[in-house]
């Protein structure tokens, strides 16, 4: 029983009501030269965004350094590699920007006027804004004397021992510019440029009476100082001067109690006089990565904290350099609205082939008319092969009336035998159900010419019988 119910299987294999074989091998070529087509678009369109991008940082420990690793593990997501590059601060920063060291860079807002009066102009070039991300406030903390009252005007520091930042910063211009508002210059100070991290050992044990950081209070080194006996820190209560002297400082709070409530530090609230930090990139870097940039500023910076609000940075504000035009779009109407429903490198592919969809799209009406014709054409083509065979066969018996009578019998026999063979195959043949009648009609008609031959062979034994010499 299951051999028979196996070749009955077999059988019904051969009709299938479609032939995914055929409409390949129909299809194929078109397929082919519409992938070679989109292969071609994707290398040479618009090149896809790199996997690898380099982020100028600033010192270790220091806030840039902080949020360069918060970038790299965000962008680690979406499979992009960022090295992140140390440096002293902004202005180094920017010179690894324009000698195409790095790709985007943490820059304090300023340093390009700061830069641009100690580099040519040409180092300022090819540059663009992805917004400010936070505010980094102007940090000056003084060792506490005490014989003498806290310090209340930067006049009083005539004299001193003033660690004004490292080399290579933006700290140094910066304070420079704060010192020179108030009359005072820098070498009415013993200034010192270390980094910040020995600054700040010089200056607990008593080596030198302050230091100036411009960072953000994430900073490890602000939030220890702002809690160390005998260290205290200046209060900027001209603040609102200073941003109408400096156009890119802003006026900053810090807030009572904010380091610790339960010890009530600070003790009042001080005002302090900050610029904003922003990302910088270079002009070429991938439109894609700028777009990843930004949303991942929004990720990291946009919650509340010491000196903003929920949702006040990034921003596209606050910056000197022109804002790319991504960014800018991303400020104003969000993440793309694709990137928003799927992965970054999908949304990314479908957003750079946009045009070849859409020619691509312009070209399936007339493919749709060319391909099914060539479904059909071959599936009749294994089936109108055999008319060939069928037709000389029956050449065969026609041209048998020039052989002598004797020889006809044999012709015919070798023909039907042909013919036999021809149904066999055919019988084997595997056909839509869609082209069945096709298939039956093919086997009458070898049927009408198998008659046929009997006929003739029955005539030609009839003929040698009755006619035997």
Known sequence: MKPVLRSTMNRLKKFTSFSLRDLIASAGPTILAIAGVCLAAYLIVDPAPPRRVVLATGQDNSAYDVFGRKYQQQL?????????QGSHGSRENLRLLADGKVDIAFVQSGSTQQAAADQAEVERRGLVSLGSLFTEPVWLFLRARPKEAPITQLTQLRGMKINIGAKGS????????????????????????????????????????????AAAPDDQLIQMLLQTPGIYLFDFTQAEAYTRRLPFLTH??????????????????YHLIAPTATLVARDDLHPALIELFVQAAAKI?????WFQQQGQFPSAKYTEIPVADEAAKFYKDGAPFLQRYMSFWLANFLDRMWVLVLALSALILPLSKIVPPLYVWRVRSRIYRWYGQLRTVEQAIESAVEV?????GNVYAAQLARLNDIEERVNHLSIPLSFADDLYGLRSHIHFVRQRIVSLMR??????????Y
Do not use: M
């Open 76 to 84: 680690a997501r979406d499979r992009i590699a960022v090295t992140l």
């Open 170 to 213: 933006g700290a140094p211009r910066l304070f420079r510019q704060v010192l020179e508002a108030n009359g005072v210059a820098r070498e009415e100070l013993q200034v010192s440029q270390l980094d910040n991290t020995p600054a700040t050992v010089e200056l607990l044990e008593g080596r030198i009476d302050g230091l100036v950081f």
């Open 252 to 269: 900053v709070t810090l807030p009572r109690g904010i380091v610790d409530l339960g010890r009530d530090l600070p003790a009042h609230d």
């Open 301 to 305: 910076h946009g919650g509340a904290g």
């Open 404 to 408: 002598a009578e004797g020889e006809r």
């Open 459 to 468: 005539n030609s034994a009839q003929e040698n019988a009755e006619n035997p």
